[in-house]
């Protein structure tokens, strides 16, 4: 019910900055929070950053101190500031969204909306 809208990808030198957006339609009062994930080829999904409706945010560790997550409930859009970026950042990133907060511990599963992705490609 819940439709996602990734954008703001593209192709960066090594230290440089994107901002991703995702936009929100559809049942957006049933969605509690909202994730980025990236996929490299051949890798697993990666949990990049979550944040609640309250802007309860949380990050894995590659990317504290260079990534922020942050929304704008009025617009249902949430962003990701990536700077600093590293070729290791190269992936496809996908937003998406639950109907609960997990905390500190996620899984894909969780997700149950999620967008088609945006490639982000970090040339060294």
């Known amino acids: 019910q819940v439709q996602l809208v990734e954008s703001g990808g593209g192709l960066v030198?090594?230290?440089g900055s994107l901002r991703l957006s995702c936009t929100t339609s559809g049942?957006?009062?049933?969605?509690?929070?909202?994730?980025w994930y990236r996929q490299a080829p051949g890798k697993q999904r990666e949990l990049v950053a979550t944040i609640s409706t309250g802007g309860i945010?949380?990050?894995?560790?590659?990317?504290?101190?260079?990534?922020t997550i942050s929304r704008d409930n009025a617009k249902n859009?949430?962003?990701l500031q990536m700077n600093s970026l590293k070729p290791e950042d190269t992936a496809v990133y996908y937003c998406a969204a639950s109907s609960w907060w997990y905390g500190t511990s996620w899984s894909p599963a969780d997700f149950a909306?999620?967008?088609?992705?945006?490639?982000?490609?970090?040339?060294?």
């Open 13 to 15: 030198q090594a230290e």
């Open 27 to 35: 049942s957006i009062f049933a969605v509690a929070a909202m994730g």
């Open 57 to 67: 945010t949380n990050y894995t560790d590659s990317v504290k101190g260079r990534f």
């Open 77 to 79: 859009t949430v962003y």
């Open 113 to 124: 909306s999620w967008g088609q992705g945006t490639q982000v490609t970090v040339s060294s």
